[in-house]
């Protein structure tokens, strides 16, 4: 993976690679010759900071997702899908069971996980969180420049992207649009995407519509602080609120999944 920064962020993120490697990864900073040679398809000024990390890759949240379903049936764990949760159902501050379209499960623990739709399930008992739902829209090219380039983030222009199927790339560029329906099915916008190949003209001069095969807008949950939230509510002992970390999320699961099930069993 390539991570790019501005160069006034240089001191910072040699620092921050130097404890990276104490710490086993490897990651280094690339000269601006490695980079002309090697990672042809993105153009960068000598002066940018530029990080890579080979054994970075990505996950597939939904095939993560379903792969960690599946392994919880086969422990004991009851998967119901396709079920709304219409009401969380409370006695005494306590939490005692979620109404759904299926009927009334009643349970002493509340994990509320739900990501954009978490706020619409809270606010049935009174209890707002700061995490808002913003629109991603991300686009589809052929043949961008380099088969099989690496995955980049650039936190100078906003950019990123990774290789997808048959020699296709995904490219996004932020939108900042929040406090979406998440019930409302959505479309590619144009101007967003003439937004994303206008400033993508300094990277990925090569990318133009011609090239353009698609792509998808949808939405995700974020806080102000893009760290996603863990938190208790006295006003509803046993009910425990996990959302907000955007895309990073599924990367994190796991280590939250531990955290939260410490929280209840107190082990």
Known sequence: MLYVESETQHIKMEKQIGELKNSGHKISILSSEVLKKEFEFINLPKNTC??????????????????????????????????EVKEILMDNNCVVGVKTSYGTIYCKHIVVAAGAWSGNILDTI????PVRSKIIQIHFFDEIG????PI????STGLYGRPDNLGTSLVGYPVDKYDIDPDKKMSIDPND???????????????????????RRSFDAYTSDNRGIIEQFPQAEGLIVAT??????????PGIGKRIAKMITGV
């Not at 009174?126 to 969180?129: E, H, L, Q, R």
């Not at 980049?152 to 936190?155: G, R």
């Not at 907000?244 to 699961?253: M, N, T």
Request: hydrophobic share 35%; with cysteine.
């Open 50 to 83: 530029v990080a890579y990390e080979e054994q970075a890759g990505y996950i597939s949240p939904s095939l993560a997702t379903n792969t960690w379903i599946e392994t919880s049936k086969t422990k004991g764990a009851l998967a119901c899908e396709g079920i």
């Open 126 to 129: 009174g209890i707002k969180i």
């Open 146 to 149: 380099q088969k099989d380039h």
């Open 152 to 155: 980049f983030i650039d936190d």
């Open 193 to 215: 995407l003439e937004k994303m190949l206008q400033n993508s003209k300094s990277r990925l001069p090569y990318l133009n519509k011609n090239l353009f095969i698609g792509g």
């Open 244 to 253: 907000g970390w955007s895309g990073g999320g599924v990367k994190l699961a």
